[in-house]
């Protein structure tokens, strides 16, 4: 279980430093390094793909309405 919770926190670490490292850039080149409205446009799509595969899911185990 901690091994679950460590991978977990480690993950959520590390995006929130790349989060933080590209609101901070400052200089002459201000490139960020992760395309954030791409990640955002890939996990609305994950998400509603995420809901029809369990609304499918809980159809099928409860049988049509």
Known sequence: MRLFLGIIFGALLTIGG??????????VEQRPMVNWDV????LSELTSDMQVMWHDFTRQMTGPP
């Open 39 to 42: 990640v955002g446009q890939r």
């Open 18 to 27: 790349v989060y933080v490292a590209d609101s901070s850039a400052d200089g």
